[in-house]
Each structure stands twice: as C-alpha cells, then as structure tokens.
C-alpha cells in the first residue's frame, strides 16, 4: 500500500503541520485549506505548488 506524506516545514514554514493520505490526489485540496487557514495564503501561486508537491514524499507499506 502506498502512502503520501507532506510537512508544512519542508516548504519553508514554522509550522508542525503534516499530512498522511493514501491517494496523492487528495493531498492538494488538504493543504490549500491548510495554507488558507494557518498562513492566510488564499490564493495559491504554481511556484508554491511545484514547492510543495517536490515536498511531499511517497512511501510503501508492507501487507
């Protein structure tokens, strides 16, 4: 099983927020609303977005 994981600190943020999801296509709307709520980012610059997607890393779980 796969598993994706992204920290708020690893683009640059003092920040302790981390993100676990099994699908990558649900990691990106979770960390717009982050960004919205705890760094009042509202609207989301492609350069942030290539940072944060180069931050998030993928692992695989053994059954």
């Not at 099994?22 to 609303?33: E, N």
Request: include cysteine; glycine fraction near 4%; aromatic fraction near 10%.
């Amino acid at each position: 099983m796969v598993r994706y994981h992204f920290k708020c600190r690893d683009v640059g943020y003092s920040c302790s927020y981390e993100l676990d999801q099994g699908q990558l296509k649900d990691m990106m709307p979770s960390i717009k609303i982050h960004m919205k709520y705890a760094h009042q980012i509202w609207e989301m610059t492609k350069d942030l977005e290539d940072k944060i997607n180069s931050a998030i890393t993928k692992t695989e779980e053994k059954q």
